[in-house]
């Protein structure tokens, strides 16, 4: 009996420092990213400077003003990635969008810091992603099923999908 009573309370112990699964954290890291985006050698990283009709069309898609002056990002040849922050109800999310061709190779999170939305993160939601491209007005060619209780999280992830689209647009028409 005592050892039994033993092990259910380092259960319980065990428990209650471990935390919910699934919650905010970092899930990769920038190199492990490139390194599954350019899997026959990561390129140098370049800036893209965001300035007038191409900073404008980023924020229409965001809905927001952006921050910064510039975005780095990759390429070789017809593949870019791109690592933006977006956020979802107050905090940003960390999202790495590989593009080939003019249309999503991957979706990946990098990190979430907020409490709720971190099912963004799984495959059964970013793999929804692969091969779309954007369509009229510069929204994506097709529907993005959302997740219940992630609305944000599921928006955010989709504006920054549709600036990846057009940035990669931008830097491929620029040759």
């Not at 140098?44 to 921050?67: I, M, P, S, T, Y």
């Not at 971190?118 to 059964?124: A, G, H, L």
């Amino acid at each position: 009996m005592r050892q039994h009573l033993a092990v259910f309370l380092i259960f319980v112990a065990g428990l209650a420092f471990a935390g919910p699964a699934g919650e905010a954290g970092r899930y990769l890291e920038t190199d492990e990213y490139l390194n599954a985006a350019f899997p026959s050698g990561v390129p140098a990283a370049q800036v893209l400077w965001l300035k007038g009709d191409l900073r404008a069309d980023v924020e229409r898609l965001l809905g927001h003003r952006f921050n910064g002056l510039r975005v780095r990002y990759w390429r070789d040849g017809t593949r870019s990635a791109w690592i933006l922050d977006e956020i979802g109800k107050e905090l940003p999310i960390t999202i790495g969008i590989a593009v080939s061709g003019g249309a999503i190779a991957s979706v990946d999170i990098l990190e979430f810091r907020e409490s709720r939305g971190w099912e963004v993160r799984y495959p059964f939601f970013t793999d929804q992603f692969v091969n779309a491209r954007l369509g009229p007005n510069d929204t994506l060619d097709r529907r993005i099923d959302g997740i219940t209780g992630a609305t944000m999280s599921v928006d955010a992830v989709t504006r920054v999908a549709q600036v990846a689209l057009l940035l990669h647009e931008h830097v491929a028409n620029a040759d």
